[in-house]
């Protein structure tokens, strides 16, 4: 399979709305009125069982070969290094 993200745009960016049209409906479906849950808990910092942790994370990330992600993740998210 080809990943056709580059040469392809305007299929892609079709492809994307459609999924996203597709969770929306799903979503209504199990959930109603309520809110989608994953909105919820990205709006409380995210999920509680990894809050505090990132040195360690990104300790694990540099031992296994990782280290362009932890760098990325340093970037993103400079106030919970300490």
């Known amino acids: 399979m080809d ?23 799903q979503l209504a479906i199990a959930l109603g009125d309520r809110r989608d849950p994953i909105d919820i808990v990205m709006e409380e910092g995210g999920p509680y069982h990894v809050r505090g942790h990132l040195p360690a994370y990104l300790e694990r990330l540099r031992a296994t070969g990782r280290d362009g992600w932890a760098d990325v993740l340093e970037e993103r998210h400079p106030h919970d290094l300490s």
């Open 3 to 25: 990943d056709l993200a580059g040469s392809e745009p305007d299929e892609v960016a079709e492809a994307a709305g459609m999924l996203d049209g597709w969770v929306e409906a």
